[in-house]
């Protein structure tokens, strides 16, 4: 299916990867969004370093790479920048849940209009399999070949804590709700935290099979509510236990550029003495 936000890039995912399925998703919700008369030259991404970093390889729209872990700060300064643009920020469990950790919490907190998708697989997929803060205990990979000692935490309960205004979960094994739940979550004035639990089918391919096995839907329950948003957030440990997919939390609260009023200062003209500057860096 070709479509304006296809490039010319060759794809190197792994073959069969279900980031082409998670792909083909964002490229039909943002044609959606540009029929529906949002400007595509408003639309940016922001791309971490990684697996999920790709993606903005093979989406012909603006957009800029961050370092690992940086993607949510860099999305939020072009957010401020210029708050008439719609920002998308792709990275990993790692990138989001380890090196990204604060910059998750703190966007969460201060609620900032803009969406970030985590694609987790549970390990480090690009630098062949190390485990990340989501990896189930008992895991054996390349830096943990005779099995992980430690835990998992629960990120998603981290950004509810943290104020999240929206916060998801999907699986590209169901495109048709994924794609809902994006087109909610770039629509949503706020912070979208949108969790894809994608299996890696070259270190974790068993988890294919458990995905299909273990997730359901939470479709119809209140959104609003903190308490059942986080019975069902923490209702799955990231290691047993059924998974929850759906909308766990949507609620409407001012946003950062509300709160400080931001203005089209950004649209100001600028008087630039270039000849002067020449002068200064000679």
């Known amino acids: ?12 995912w792994c073959p069969g990867c279900l980031n082409n399925v998670v792909l083909r998703s964002v490229k039909k919700t943002l044609t959606a969004l540009v029929e529906s008369g949002v400007n595509k030259r408003n639309l940016v991404v922001v791309a971490d370093i990684g697996c999920a970093g790709k993606f903005y390889d093979y989406l012909n729209v603006n957009g800029f790479y961050a370092l690992h ?16 643009l719609k920002v998308l920020a792709f990275l990993g469990d790692g990138g ?26 549970r390990i480090f997929a690009l630098t062949i399999g190390q485990v990340t803060p989501v990896t189930e205990k008992g895991y054996r990979g390349s830096t943990t070949p005779e099995g992980s000692v430690d ?26 709700s994924m794609e809902a739940v ?5 629509n949503h004035k706020g912070f979208s935290l949108v969790e894809v639990i ?23 329950h209140q959104e609003g509510d903190y308490l059942k948003a986080r019975e069902v957030i923490e209702s799955w440990n990231y290691e047993n236990g059924r998974i929850p997919l759906g909308i766990f939390y949507r609620v409407n609260r001012p946003t ?6 931001v203005r089209n200062w950004f649209r100001l003209k600028r008087r630039i003495d270039k000849s002067a500057l020449k002068k200064e860096w000679r």
């Open 1 to 12: 299916m070709s479509s304006d936000f296809d490039t010319s890039q060759v794809n190197t």
């Open 69 to 84: 872990g940086r993607a949510l700060p860099t999305a939020f300064g072009i957010k401020m920048a210029n708050p008439e």
């Open 182 to 186: 994006i087109t909610k979550a770039i």
């Open 96 to 121: 989001a849940y380890a090196e990204g950790l604060n910059h998750l919490v703190h966007l969460a907190r201060l609620n900032p209009d803009l969406t970030a998708l985590v694609l987790n697989n």
């Open 198 to 220: 994608q299996p890696c089918i070259t270190f974790r391919l068993s988890d294919l099979q458990r995905l299909k096995e273990k997730c359901y839907s939470v479709a119809g």
């Open 256 to 261: 950062w550029e509300e709160r400080h009023q």
């Open 151 to 176: 835990s998992p935490y629960n990120p998603l309960s981290v950004a509810l804590s943290a104020q999240a205004s929206f916060i998801a979960r999907v699986s590209p094994l169901d495109p048709a």
